[in-house]
């Protein structure tokens, strides 16, 4: 295993009184192993070695303390921050040497990047009492709508607990130097549109400072202009791409805490205005009626979304929605159940263009399930019955998870029993059933040093057995330095 550890000695000048930046490190290393099957009549068993470390690094409280009494400078006076994570991965096996030809270059593009930065930014917070920032490579969630950019992030804090943000910058995708591989673009695969540059631009409000309430309401802007894409070469010979708007998205999360926290509302939404539709919404409660018994109700309806200019958008896509209502009761110090209904729904509309009248407009899938745990001092165990039947197939399985732990609590010993029974209601071939055992073992080695080690044996309707080990070596040090 490769272990990066980083240590930067950082000596501010300044008064000659005592004080202290700080630095953490946390390094991450993981290893996984196990066989793919690929789609076809031959059945070819391809390997995946992959093993993906992780650099953390953060420097804090860069500025000094404006009191000589002072070993921390106060929050009221303002700090800054940098804040670092980089990503170094690697297959070591068969999986990427496996594909030849269209597939080679699909595998490639998606899972053969060598090194990821994924985040690396400056932070300062309370400057002047009011203003908060960021500059660098930074990632951002805003209620159901979540960003990566190279840019800057600024807010200013009125005395009204009302925020008011401006940000910018470059969208980081998997095309981009470095880039963050999670944001693909769609629909532009293997294209000269991988290598374009889109500016971001967006603005927002939000409530701060108000311990019962928190709300944020932000507009972002993507767009790809002639002006930053001339040197594009597209597939016909033509130099340029056309200057397009890729996503234009308004987002609103909101959450509330009443009655000494027992009522706890929340609700999220995300629309787009480029298709003029309302994409994602979720929306729950939760109800602490007593001490030990709690109602929860949890409201999700999304769509797929893409870019644009991305020829997905010409399908007619509808809407997923889920609604579950879950009660949990506390018994004594040691148990805690909790049951849980579940309703899926599935909308079908008129099509615009032929008016075709779907057979049902409307199509319902119903389920639910129990959990039971139980914990001591040294021992926990769960286990999660569930089933869910009507539109979109049957599905009926359950877990049980156990940890203990031993030696001084220096090592967790895990254990995992999982069993899932499904039913395909529009393809038969897609039914069967699937069995899986784990064990692991979670090792303190020294302070901030952990060990972790997991395998699994899955049995299913396609494998006779499937074996898949994953491993993490964990580093996590602090370190205070300065005069």
Avoid: C
């Avoid at 879950?326 to 110090?333: I, K, R």
């Avoid at 009926?396 to 499904?422: H, K, P």
């Amino acid at each position: 295993m490769v272990l990066v550890l980083v240590v930067i000695v950082v000596v501010v000048g300044g008064p000659r009184w005592a004080w202290a930046a700080e630095i953490r490190t946390v390094a991450r290393t993981l290893g996984e192993g196990y066989m793919v099957r690929v789609p076809g009549p031959e059945g070819q068993l391809l390997s995946r070695r992959r093993l993906v470390q992780y650099v953390n690094l953060g420097v804090y409280d860069l500025l000094a303390p404006r009191d000589r009494g002072e070993l921390r400078r106060a929050h009221e006076d303002g700090q800054l921050r940098l804040v670092t994570s980089m990503r170094v991965r690697h297959d070591f096996g068969t999986y990427q040497t496996g594909a030849d030809g269209r597939a080679a270059a699909l595998v490639n593009q998606i899972d053969g990047r060598q090194i990821d930065v994924m985040f690396a930014y400056l932070e300062a917070e309370n400057l002047r009492g009011m203003i908060d920032l960021r500059a660098g490579r930074q990632f951002e969630m805003s209620g159901l709508d979540w960003y990566a950019f190279d840019g800057a992030w600024f807010r200013v804090r009125t005395p009204v607990h009302l925020g008011l943000e401006v940000f910018g910058g470059f969208q980081v995708d998997g095309a981009a130097l470095f880039g963050f591989p999670t944001f693909e673009q769609d629909g532009t695969a293997g294209t000269p549109a991988d290598n374009k540059r889109s500016p971001m631009v967006g603005a927002a409000a939000s409530v701060v400072g108000l311990r019962w309430f928190d709300a944020r309401l932000a507009y972002r802007r993507t767009f790809s202009p002639l002006g930053v894409n001339q040197s594009v070469v597209n597939d016909d010979g033509s130099v340029g791409l056309p200057s397009a708007v890729d996503q234009e998205i308004v987002s609103l999360s909101a959450a509330a805490r009443a009655a000494d926290g027992r009522l706890s509302p929340y609700v999220a939404l995300r629309y787009n205005l480029g298709t003029g539709r309302l994409d994602d919404t979720s929306a729950g409660l939760q109800l602490a009626f007593t001490p030990k018994h709690m109602l929860r109700f949890m409201y999700l309806r999304t769509r797929p979304v893409f870019d644009l200019d991305s020829i997905f958008n010409v399908f007619n896509l509808q809407a997923f929605e889920d609604a579950r209502l879950v009660y949990q009761v506390q018994l004594g110090d040691r148990w805690t159940l909790a049951a849980r209904g579940q309703f899926r729904f599935f909308r079908d509309t008129v099509t615009a263009q032929l008016g075709t009248t779907p057979e049902r407009k409307l199509t319902v899938g119903a389920g639910g399930g129990a959990t039971a745990g139980f914990r001591v001092r040294r021992f926990s165990a769960r286990f999660d019955g569930y089933g869910l039947g009507g539109e979109g197939g049957l599905r009926v399985g359950g877990n049980l998870d156990t940890r203990t732990m031993v030696a001084w609590d220096r090592v967790a010993i895990d254990g995992r029993v999982f069993a899932l029974r499904y039913r395909d209601e529009v393809t038969a071939a897609r039914q069967g059933y699937s069995v899986a055992l784990q064990a692991g073992v979670n090792v303190q080695l020294w302070r901030g040093i952990h060990l972790a080690v997991l395998g699994e044996e899955m049995f299913t309707s396609f494998y006779s057995q499937a074996f898949r080990v994953f491993g993490a070596l964990t580093a996590d040090w602090t370190l205070r330095t300065g005069r």
